[in-house]
């Protein structure tokens, strides 16, 4: 599977390339708080995904369980924020507990794409599952878990020095 | 005036009488101790109605006796902060580090991620000036041989955004 986004800047549609013959639009919610994220349409197949994590070795940190050595050439190849996946930060775990409040130490947020399972983000005025593609800004105070036994999600995340705004924008 | 990746200098003046007059006679504000609702006092109601779209409803004052500290961290609830000298910032010294690609421990009394390794000190300054500092950052502070005693405000946008709203909008 390959996918490419090819985000414009100055533009707030994203354009999908992709080689996969369909696409689904994901319906978009009549409101949210992009103070806290975004949501967004993207083509991924999850049961790639899904089969990756599961043959996986995986490595227990706090609330997380960490896929090792993902394979980069079976991932989304996606140009982020006029960048590849290989000049980003990225992870696919499954979450086994709340993170509890806070605001990302090392990145501004994630680029999320659940893989099983809905993960909950809480902010303090605002609740979102993240079951659809989703950027959330990790410089607002949140936290988030899972939904049920078996939450798996693949994030990218938002470089430290991108500023939210931008993100949403690129994206 | 400092503008850099860790701090920015702001071209401001604070009623700071006003400020330490109510630290000291702060509230039983039934938040952590060092926390205090910005809607409990006048001036910092003021404050934060004007700028409710950076300030947190939440401010933080942090005293320290002379040649003491806070260690290596991060802080874990605000990304960005704007800090108001109050007094004895003389001969104080803040210090940012490089990001250790791991081993940050939550530390839930301080509400920030302790760096319990050697990382290498980066920049250091004296807080003089009311300033924005990114506490998204590695950072320590030490006091010098005097009381310290500062109020810092969470702001609740990441470092480079609160830098463009206080050049649109100022923050006094």
């Given at each position: 599977?390959?996918?490419?986004?090819?985000?414009?800047r100055?533009?707030?549609?994203?354009r999908?390339?992709?080689?996969?013959?369909t696409?689904?639009?994901?319906?978009?919610?009549?409101?949210?708080?992009?103070?806290?994220?975004?949501?967004?349409s993207f083509?991924?197949?999850?049961?790639v995904?899904?089969n990756?994590?599961?043959?996986?070795?995986?490595?227990?940190?706090?609330?997380?369980?960490?896929?090792n050595?993902?394979?980069?050439?079976?991932?989304?190849?996606?140009?982020?924020?006029?960048?590849?996946?290989?000049?980003?930060?990225?992870?696919?775990?499954?979450?086994?507990?709340?993170?509890?409040?806070?605001?990302?130490?090392r990145?501004?947020?994630?680029?999320?794409f659940p893989?099983?399972g809905?993960?909950?983000?809480?902010?303090?005025?605002?609740t979102?599952?993240?079951?659809t593609?989703?950027?959330?800004?990790?410089?607002?105070?949140?936290?988030?878990?899972?939904?049920?036994?078996?939450t798996?999600?693949?994030?990218?995340?938002?470089?430290?020095?991108?500023?939210?705004?931008?993100?949403?924008?690129?994206? | 005036?400092?503008?850099?990746k860790?701090?920015?200098?702001?071209?401001?003046?604070?009623?700071?009488?006003?400020?330490?007059?109510?630290?000291?006679?702060?509230?039983?504000?039934g938040?952590?101790?060092?926390?205090?609702n910005?809607a409990?006092?006048?001036y910092?109601?003021?404050?934060?109605?004007?700028?409710h779209k950076i300030?947190?409803?939440i401010?933080?004052?942090?005293?320290?006796?002379?040649?003491?500290?806070?260690?290596?961290?991060?802080?874990?609830r605000?990304?960005?902060?704007?800090n108001?000298?109050?007094?004895?910032?003389e001969?104080s010294?803040?210090?940012?580090?490089?990001?250790?690609a791991?081993?940050?421990?939550?530390?839930?009394?301080?509400?920030?991620?302790?760096?319990?390794?050697?990382?290498?000190?980066?920049?250091?300054?004296?807080?003089?000036?009311?300033?924005?500092i990114?506490?998204?950052?590695?950072h320590?502070?030490?006091?010098?041989?005097q009381?310290?005693?500062?109020l810092?405000w969470?702001?609740?946008?990441?470092?480079?955004?609160a830098?463009?709203?206080?050049?649109?909008?100022?923050?006094?």
């Open positions: 599977m390959c996918i490419n986004i090819t985000a414009v100055g533009r707030e549609d994203i999908l390339r992709e080689t996969q013959e696409e689904v639009r994901i319906p978009q919610p009549l409101q949210e708080n992009i103070m806290y994220y975004k949501r967004f083509n991924y197949d999850k049961e995904l899904f990756i994590f599961k043959s996986s070795e995986l490595t227990r940190k706090q609330v997380y369980l960490h896929a050595n993902l394979p980069l050439d079976q991932l989304p190849c996606m140009n982020v924020f006029n960048r590849q996946l290989n000049d980003l930060e990225y992870s696919m775990a499954k979450i086994v507990g709340d993170t509890g409040f806070h605001v990302s130490p990145n501004n947020g994630l680029i999320l893989v099983n809905i993960v909950r983000f809480t902010f303090l005025e605002d979102v599952d993240a079951d593609p989703i950027i959330i800004n990790g410089k607002q105070q949140h936290t988030y878990g899972p939904t049920c036994d078996d798996i999600f693949f994030a990218i995340k938002i470089p430290s020095y991108m500023m939210w705004a931008d993100a949403i924008n690129l994206l | 005036m400092i503008n850099n860790y701090v920015f200098e702001l071209d401001v003046k604070f009623n700071t009488d006003e400020l330490i007059k109510i630290v000291n006679n702060r509230k039983v504000s938040l952590r101790s060092h926390q205090q910005a409990d006092y006048e910092t109601n003021y404050l934060y109605n004007k700028h300030l947190g409803k401010w933080n004052y942090y005293h320290l006796t002379p040649h003491t500290g806070f260690r290596k961290h991060i802080d874990a605000r990304p960005t902060a704007l108001i000298p109050l007094y004895g910032h001969g010294t803040t210090k940012f580090y490089e990001m250790p791991d081993g940050l421990e939550y530390n839930d009394r301080m509400v920030a991620y302790d760096i319990n390794k050697d990382v290498q000190e980066t920049f250091s300054f004296t807080l003089t000036n009311p300033s924005i990114n506490v998204s950052e590695p320590s502070v030490e006091s010098g041989p009381d310290r005693l500062i810092s969470g702001i609740v946008v990441g470092f480079e955004e830098k463009q709203y206080i050049k649109e909008h100022g923050i006094n």
